[in-house]
């Protein structure tokens, strides 16, 4: 699966941080803030919805061809290890996925059906070999033994080219959203004149400590709702006229160009990242589609691929897969006309439409039988009752 470089996204937001952060007493660290918060919400909008998404699917485990409910199925749709459920632990998954570009899913005791996420861990590279992963750390304490790529679940993004163009819009993104807010507080700022009659005297450094004072009191008084500003003789302080010209479009506009880019990089419809979706059925098939399928899949393939051999996947038709179709919300009274054409046409039993609307299975022998109206039959014997027909009514005729 390519979306590697979203992983990079995350490094590289981290690394921004830290640099900004170092840089803060250079410049505003207010507007560095504002600008490495903006970024790091809409990621985490993005990934959020995705991994609420996947943790609401159901993992369907296959044997002989059939959807069973076996001890694998329960360990990952109801209880993977006992500190965590399955929804837990995949939220945990996918967002480790993301922001760190891989996630590793393993069991650290054989004896023991229980799976983990791991919080780090480390690989050594073994070319024409299995790989090794070690280092492996769950729940903050480290596991004493190496792990085979064929004894864990390794997700993890490829990188793609899109990794510097993202970087570079991120940065220029960052660059001008910071521009804005500086720019906005000085339009809209207050700024005074403080004169004095005379001059500090002493060294540099006395000149300079007595500047710092001043500053420290008109920084307290001019922030502060309400205060008062002792002055000595020969002191006194002016308010300048402010332009009040500066306007905040251009930061709201920057949020939002950030919000519209993360959520084209997750194939996320943009009205998701807003929260204002009127045309909810499309947008959602949308997301389904573009955002949650590709990630399921790659999910599905790895899972099936670990827990079982070729053979039994070939011959045994076993198969592990995420079922995507439990995220789309179902009104029964909306879908009344359609499930009643799946049950006649006698693609689906009555059990099968009950399930995914949300009742229970009947689990009667009518209830799991396939159905047909008399509206559908074979071309073949549609034709051989006309003729028929023909022939009685010449019969008569005669």
């Given at each position: 699966?390519?979306l590697?470089?979203f992983?990079?996204?995350?490094?590289?937001?981290?690394?921004?941080?830290?640099?900004e952060?170092?840089?803060?007493?250079g410049?505003?660290?207010?507007d560095?803030?504002?600008?490495?918060?903006?970024?790091?919400?809409a990621?985490?909008?993005?990934?959020?919805?995705v991994?609420?998404?996947?943790?609401m699917?159901?993992?369907?485990t296959?044997?002989?061809?059939?959807?069973?409910?076996?001890?694998?199925?329960?360990?990952?749709?109801?209880?993977p290890n006992p500190?965590?459920?399955?929804?837990?632990?995949?939220?945990?998954?996918?967002?480790?996925y993301?922001?760190e570009?891989h996630?590793?899913l393993v069991?650290p005791?054989?004896?023991?059906?229980?799976?983990?996420?791991?919080?780090g861990?480390?690989?050594?590279l073994?070319?024409l070999?299995?790989?090794?992963?070690?280092?492996?750390?769950?729940e903050?304490?480290s596991l004493?033994?190496?792990f085979?790529?064929s004894?864990?679940?390794?997700?993890?993004l490829?990188?793609?080219e899109?990794k510097?163009i993202v970087?570079?819009?991120y940065r220029?993104?960052?660059?001008l959203?910071?521009?804005a807010?500086d720019?906005?507080?000085q339009a809209?700022?207050?700024?005074?004149i403080f004169?004095?009659?005379?001059?500090?005297?002493?060294?540099?450094?006395d000149?300079k400590?007595?500047?710092?004072?001043?500053?420290?009191?008109?920084?307290?008084?001019?922030?502060s709702?309400?205060?008062?500003?002792p002055?000595?003789?020969g002191?006194?302080?002016?308010?300048?006229?402010?332009n009040?010209?500066?306007?905040?479009?251009?930061?709201?506009?920057?949020?939002?160009?950030i919000?519209?880019?993360?959520?084209q990089?997750?194939?996320?419809?943009q009205?998701?990242?807003?929260?204002?979706?009127?045309?909810?059925?499309?947008?959602?098939?949308?997301?389904?589609?573009?955002?949650?399928?590709?990630?399921?899949?790659?999910?599905?393939?790895e899972?099936?691929?670990?827990?079982?051999?070729?053979e039994?996947?070939?011959?045994?038709?076993?198969?592990?897969?995420?079922?995507?179709?439990?995220?789309?919300?179902?009104?029964m009274f909306?879908?009344?006309?359609?499930a009643e054409k799946?049950?006649?046409s006698?693609?689906?039993s009555v059990?099968?439409?009950r399930?995914?609307?949300?009742?229970d299975?009947i689990?009667?022998e009518?209830?799991?039988?396939?159905?047909?109206?008399?509206?559908?039959s074979?071309i073949?014997d549609?034709?051989?009752?006309?003729?028929?027909g023909?022939?009685?009514?010449?019969?008569e005729?005669?």
């Amino acid at each position: 699966m390519h979306l590697g470089w979203f992983s990079d996204i995350a490094d590289y937001l981290a690394d921004i941080g830290r640099s900004e952060t170092r840089e803060a007493s250079g410049s505003n660290s207010e507007d560095v803030a504002t600008s490495f918060a903006a970024k790091r919400m809409a990621l985490y909008i993005a990934v959020s919805y995705v991994a609420n998404a996947i943790s609401m699917c159901e993992i369907k485990t296959y044997r002989d061809g059939k959807s069973v409910k076996d001890e694998l199925y329960y360990a990952l749709n109801v209880s993977p290890n006992p500190n965590q459920s399955a929804a837990q632990l995949m939220n945990k998954l996918i967002e480790s996925y993301f922001y760190e570009g891989h996630a590793l899913l393993v069991q650290p005791s054989r004896a023991k059906n229980a799976y983990y996420v791991a919080d780090g861990f480390g690989f050594e590279l073994h070319p024409l070999q299995e790989d090794e992963f070690v280092g492996v750390s769950v729940e903050k304490q480290s596991l004493d033994r190496r792990f085979k790529a064929s004894e864990v679940c390794y997700f993890r993004l490829e990188n793609t080219e899109l990794k510097s163009i993202v970087h570079s819009m991120y940065r220029e993104f960052g660059q001008l959203l910071t521009m804005a807010v500086d720019s906005f507080k000085q339009a809209n700022g207050e700024k005074f004149i403080f004169e004095q009659s005379h001059s500090a005297r002493g060294t540099r450094g006395d000149e300079k400590s007595s500047a710092d004072e001043v500053n420290d009191r008109l920084k307290s008084f001019i922030r502060s709702p309400n205060g008062v500003l002792p002055l000595h003789h020969g002191q006194a302080i002016t308010r300048l006229a402010s332009n009040g010209s500066g306007s905040s479009d251009d930061v709201i506009s920057l949020r939002k160009d950030i919000f519209e880019m993360t959520a084209q990089a997750l194939k996320i419809p943009q009205s998701m990242m807003y929260g204002n979706m009127t045309n909810t059925n499309d947008v959602i098939n949308q997301f389904i589609t573009f955002g949650v399928d590709p990630i399921a899949c790659a999910l599905s393939q790895e899972l099936t691929r670990k827990f079982f051999t070729y053979e039994q996947w070939a011959i045994g038709g076993c198969r592990v897969s995420i079922d995507t179709t439990k995220i789309y919300h179902t009104d029964m009274f909306q879908v009344a006309d359609k499930a009643e054409k799946l049950v006649s046409s006698g693609i689906f039993s009555v059990d099968d439409v009950r399930e995914p609307l949300g009742a229970d299975r009947i689990g009667e022998e009518w209830s799991t039988a396939h159905w047909i109206t008399k509206n559908y039959s074979l071309i073949q014997d549609a034709l051989q009752q006309m003729m028929q027909g023909t022939a009685e009514g010449g019969e008569e005729r005669a």
